[in-house]
């Protein structure tokens, strides 16, 4: 390998940064790290990403990784089967963005490509990812839909498969074995992402931070160095405030990418204000308001470079889902 030292950050497509992800979380203004972790965290000689020191969002994956079937997964020697719970909970509930040196990002993706298909072929009815977003926002990233009969394919219990720890992508739990059997333990970081509005284990404290009169405003125009806030916005849910102002990444049309469409219509400033609204329609307020004014960003670019004249710069409401919209006293 040429370049073992440089760094290597994986993330998934639907993310948006709010700021540059950094390999550096020495500084303490800008990181968020669960109360399990916080211990061992402030005991770490350094807080940099190194070789055999990689770094990944906190996932609400558990550990129920643990109870799979690793001498087929891994093998009959591998180290992952020698981690406990109390190691598996710290270290291995990893998700993106994952940063680590590409020297251990190549080992991982080895093994994560082997392991991958292995966690399928053994558990091949767990719900990929792609179709836990398809059905809605009824739980939160660490929630999924299961089929009854895996249960009869599996040594898990039913109250195991479809607890708040059981998550949705059998990849995810691949990478987990992966960085386990590597020896490659993780240090989990709160504050690389937001995506479910008021979900543990994110940066949404930094969102509430923001005064109120501020939040759809800074969503707009965030500055990191006004204010904290987290690397990215993982935009794998649906964000709705008073039944009308949405955004959804199956509902931004196809289309968006050409002359003739519109620009989204954005809400206005006030979004998620008052004593009517709650601290969660605070946190979608921001997610609305960033999304629309990203979105629209992306837009302006591809109408300032590629269309005569600058394209269509009318603005269009984005429609909610009919099943989105709360009747009134429903």
């Not at 009815?125 to 809605?136: C, D, K, N, P, Y």
């Not at 102002?245 to 809400?267: A, N, Q, S």
Request: hydrophobic share 35%; with cysteine; net charge neutral.
């Amino acid at each position: 390998m040429k370049q073992p030292n440089d760094i290597i950050i994986l993330c998934d497509p639907d993310f948006a940064l709010l700021r540059p992800i950094t390999d550096d979380f020495s500084n303490p203004r800008e990181t968020l790290v669960g109360p399990r972790r916080k211990t061992h965290f402030d005991e770490m000689s350094s807080h940099i990403v190194t070789h055999g020191h990689p770094y990944a969002q906190t996932y609400g994956l558990g550990t129920q990784w643990r109870k799979f079937n690793l001498d087929e997964i891994a093998g009959a020697t591998s180290p992952a089967k020698e981690v406990d719970q109390k190691n598996g909970g710290l270290f291995y509930p990893a998700g993106p963005p994952y940063i680590g040196t590409a020297s251990d990002m190549y080992k991982i993706a080895q093994a994560w490509s082997e392991f991958a298909p292995r966690v399928h072929r053994e558990y091949p009815h767990l719900l990929a990812e792609m179709v836990s977003g398809m059905i809605g926002n009824i739980g939160t990233l660490s929630h999924c839909l299961l089929l009854y009969r895996s249960l009869i394919s599996t040594s898990l219990t039913p109250s195991s498969l479809l607890s708040s720890s059981f998550p949705c992508s059998f990849s995810q739990y691949a990478y987990c074995i992966a960085a386990a059997h590597l020896q490659l333990p993780h240090t989990l970081i709160d504050s690389l992402m937001i995506s479910s509005a008021g979900i543990g284990g994110e940066g949404w404290k930094f969102i509430s931070d923001i005064p109120e009169s501020e939040t759809c405003s800074f969503a707009s125009n965030p500055d990191h160095s006004i204010r904290p806030i987290p690397s990215l916005i993982h935009y794998c849910q649906r964000y709705v405030v008073d039944a009308r102002y949405f955004w959804g990444k199956r509902k931004v049309p196809h289309g968006i990418f050409t002359c003739d469409h519109p620009l989204l219509e954005e809400p206005p400033m006030d979004l998620g204000q008052g004593v009517s609204h709650t601290e969660k329609d605070r946190m979608n307020a921001f997610m609305v308001c960033a999304l629309t004014k990203f979105t629209n960003d992306a837009m302006m670019f591809f109408k300032d470079h590629h269309c005569e004249g600058g394209g269509n710069r009318e603005r269009r409401e984005l429609v909610p889902h009919v099943n989105l919209v709360r009747k009134k006293g429903g």
